[in-house]
Nanobody
Framework: QVQLVESGGGLVQAGGSLRLSCAASGSTFSIRTMGWYRQAPGKQRELVASISRGGSTNYADSVKGRFTISRDNVNTVYLQMNSLKPEDTAAYYC??????????WGQGTQVTVSS
């Protein structure tokens, strides 16, 4: 089992920055990939960025060049969000995939970008 605690959401003006954090506890040795998803009202949840245990990253086209995902050793993943746009407004969810096939979600943190 893996438990996730997210922090860092909030309200920011367009062009501003926020950093999200997600701290994992429990069976962190089994983590394969850590990532961030987001879901806006009336829309499907979508992948924002992910990072593998080896450090390989993957980004949605809509955030490339503006967002950066990183992790410290094993347990915490960050999402640095710069040049935020109103269309980035959504609930952001941390996700962990494990080598055992497990899939875990954080509670979600709201990001609101005003124009």
């Amino acid at each position: 089992q893996v438990q996730l605690v997210e922090s860092g959401g909030g309200l920011v003006q367009a062009g501003g920055s926020l950093r999200l954090s997600c701290a994992a506890s429990g069976s962190t040795f089994s983590i394969r990939t850590m990532g961030w998803y987001r879901q806006a009202p009336g829309k499907q949840r979508e992948l924002v960025a992910s990072i593998s245990r080896g450090g390989s990253t993957n980004y949605a086209d809509s955030v490339k060049g503006r967002f950066t995902i990183s992790r410290d050793n094993v347990n915490t993943v960050y999402l640095q969000m710069n040049s935020l746009k109103p269309e980035d407004t959504a609930a952001y969810y941390c996700n962990i995939a494990t080598i055992m096939g497990g899939n875990y979600w954080g509670q979600g943190t709201q990001v609101t970008v005003s124009s």
